[in-house]
């Protein structure tokens, strides 16, 4: 049972243009979400989060909503850069619960 | 570096042989994690250590997977009897403190089973 799912396994996006990656997720316990970016043999890095009392976050070039009637996040990146061109990952956990639990990722790619 | 390190980058191995994997966290941070991920798959949680215990090794899959932290430093995840299943990047990331956000990731040992 997937609890946190990324229902698009990658996204072509115009460099200059606004790049919205999305993420779903099942347990209304989760109340922490974060937003990783990965490059080819790299590990995971942090990007933004956001606690479930924001509906909103923001970050220079990133921002990230909370729909928790939804049970939906999404990450904007505007505008979109060629080194955004990565694999994303969404992860939620509850703040009494270190444990993070991800999604697939979504792979996005930045055509100049 | 200040991030966390991990070794070897890649490990090569029969199926059958134990490997160990080193893990070296950011200094300072008490909570340390390690996560396998397949190919085209998210992270899969493993083990957690706060100091040098465990709380949690529900993650664990096997009996043929231990993992140990020594001086709230350094960790190694050992699988014993390596099965080709086992292939995989096995990430190590730590936080400040427990139940600390964000995780700060290493970058990972790709382990292989032939």
């Known amino acids: 049972d997937q609890q946190v799912k990324q229902n698009s396994p990658s996204l072509s996006v115009q460099e200059g243009r606004i790049s919205i990656l999305n993420c779903d997720y099942t347990n209304s316990m989760f109340d922490y979400f974060l937003w990783y970016k990965k490059y080819p043999a790299e590990g995971p890095t942090f990007l933004i989060s956001i606690s479930s009392i924001k509906d909103k976050n923001e970050d220079g070039r990133f921002t990230v909503f909370l729909n928790k009637s939804a049970k939906h996040l999404s990450l904007h990146i505007v505008p979109s850069q060629p080194g955004d061109s990565a694999v994303y990952f969404c992860?939620?956990?509850?703040?009494?619960?270190?444990?993070?639990?991800w999604g697939a990722g979504t792979k996005l790619i930045i055509k100049p | 570096g200040a991030g966390v390190s991990q070794s070897p980058s890649n490990k090569v191995t029969e199926k059958g042989k134990d490997v160990e994997l080193r893990c070296d966290p950011i200094?300072?941070?008490?909570?340390l994690y390690w996560y396998r991920q397949r190919l085209g798959q998210g992270l899969e949680f493993l083990i957690y250590f706060q100091g040098n215990s465990a709380p949690d090794k529900s993650g664990l899959p096997s009996d043929r997977f231990s993992a140990e932290r020594t001086g709230e430093s350094v960790s190694t995840l050992t699988i014993q009897r390596t099965q080709q299943e086992d292939s995989a990047v096995y990430l190590c990331a730590s936080s400040i403190s427990q139940g600390g956000q964000p995780q700060h990731f290493g970058d990972g040992t790709r382990l292989s089973i032939l």
């Open positions: 200094s300072g941070h008490t909570a």
């Open positions: 992860a939620a956990s509850g703040t009494s619960n270190y444990q993070l639990i």
